[in-house]
């Protein structure tokens, strides 16, 4: 990605390319775009299946620029941490500093990273409390001693654990007992930099880099121990990870990089089982105004800042709503528990599509609600919004 001035603010104003391709490829297959964050060059896309909303909550995203004193962003890390049904997940993307003499430097970053996700002044705990931290990127470790020949001989040979005893990661492993914890799958694929653009084959300019995996995916699982197989099991609680895959993709030349990608298999025992927000349409929705029902969970806090949204099954991210409706604003009743609220439904053009009901909480800046798919009966039609009220955006 470009990581130049003009692009840095270029990213403020419009949505980046990334996160537009994959919205459209995966909203078929019932994904939505939970969250994202982006420094310069780094972006960090988190989406879910739409029945998994109401239980991730995001806690925070955060940047760590590490490149220029600290200040540029063109190296670092980038950061989503959330709440998968009561579990504490942390997804770092990172670029650490290139070339074969500045491993000391790569470590270095690598730990002020880490050190610079603990948020002080909320109740998230030390990221290294959390249940699970996912970090990959580009972290350019390298590969000692062995010259270029003998590295492109075992790559050709597939000699791979060759290589291995002399991958800068696996030796800082060998010796920091923290990225110890980090696992990681084994490296059956050839090293992933650096290639000539639009081919496959290893750099050939002047400079003729040394091969290297320099793009990898680590995970780190709370009270984890350090050795075993890929499959973790945290002893304190019901929650299960196994990699099912680790590869590279050779086919792709665009890049002087090729592209890493990990499978795993989540299994765990949900911590929170009941939304804080159930969503019933009541009855068939044919006419102007229509009636909504919820019941909130004697724990949730409501805002006047919270609404709901009316989507159509497939939408691509929360702001994607055909109407919405303020819960304070249109309230019609209201108890303890149960609410309802009407909605104007005469925006939403004559269709046999299916549709989703889904509660924002501003405070939680989540989706807390989701209502099973209904079909609306062909009788509205779309109309602008005569007040020209402001839309929710998040």
Same mark, same amino acid.
């Given at each position: ?8 603010? /270029? ?13 459209? #490829? ?5 994904? #939505? @775009? ?34 220029? &004193? ?18 504490? #997940? ?104 650096? &290639?000539?653009?639009? /081919? ?6 002047? @400079? ?49 990089? @090729? ?17 804080? *927000? ?13 009636? *909504? ?7 949730? *806090? ?31 009743? &209201? ?31 989540? #989706?807390?609600?989701? /209502?099973?798919?209904?079909? *609306? ?18």
């Amino acid at each position: 990605m470009n990581c130049g001035i003009m692009s840095l603010l /270029s990213d403020t104003a419009f949505e980046d390319p990334w996160s537009s391709f994959f919205m459209d #490829v995966l909203s078929p297959l019932s994904f #939505v @775009k939970v969250s994202s964050v982006r420094m310069q060059g780094l972006l960090l896309l988190v989406f879910a299946k739409y029945q998994h909303l109401p239980f991730i909550q995001i806690l925070s995203t955060k940047s760590t620029p590490t490149g220029l &004193f600290g200040y540029w962003g063109n190296k670092g890390g980038v950061n989503i941490c959330l709440k998968l049904y009561g579990y504490y #997940v942390s997804i770092i993307n990172c670029h650490l500093p290139p070339h074969m003499a500045n491993n000391v430097q790569r470590l270095e970053h690598f730990d002020r990273i880490l050190e610079m996700q603990n948020i002080e002044g909320h109740s998230i705990p030390n990221i290294l409390d959390h249940d699970l931290i996912l970090w990959f990127g580009d972290m350019n470790f390298r590969i000692e001693d062995l010259g270029l020949h003998c590295v492109r001989e075992a790559i050709k040979n597939r000699c791979y654990c060759d290589l291995w005893q002399k991958d800068q990661l696996s030796i800082a492993k060998r010796r920091d007992p923290l990225l110890r914890e980090f696992q990681e799958g084994p490296l059956l694929f050839p090293p992933t930099y650096k &290639f000539d653009k639009n /081919s496959d084959n290893y750099d050939t300019s002047e @400079k003729k880099r040394k091969p290297a995996w320099t793009d990898r995916i680590l995970w780190r699982l709370k009270r984890q121990p350090p050795t075993g197989s890929h499959t973790r099991r945290l002893p304190a609680s019901d929650f299960y990870l196994s990699l099912k895959s680790y590869i590279s993709h050779m086919m792709y030349t665009v890049s002087d990089h @090729k592209p890493v990608t990990g499978t795993f298999d989540m299994e765990l025992k949900p911590l929170v089982c009941v939304p804080l *927000i159930t969503l019933v349409p009541e009855g068939l929705w044919t006419t102007e105004d229509m009636l *909504i029902s919820y019941f909130l969970t004697p724990d949730f *806090i409501s805002s006047s800042w919270d609404w709901i949204g009316l989507y159509k099954v497939g939408f691509r991210h929360i702001n994607d709503y055909v109407c919405y409706v303020w819960v304070k604003d249109n309230e019609v009743s &209201f108890s303890d528990e149960l609410n309802q609220v009407y909605i104007n439904i005469s925006d939403i053009p004559e269709t046999k599509d299916q549709f989703l009901l889904c509660y924002y909480s501003n405070n939680l800046r989540s #989706v807390v609600g989701i /209502s099973n798919p209904f079909e *609306i009966q062909p009788h509205a039609f779309l109309e602008k919004d005569p007040l020209g009220e402001a839309q929710p955006q998040i």
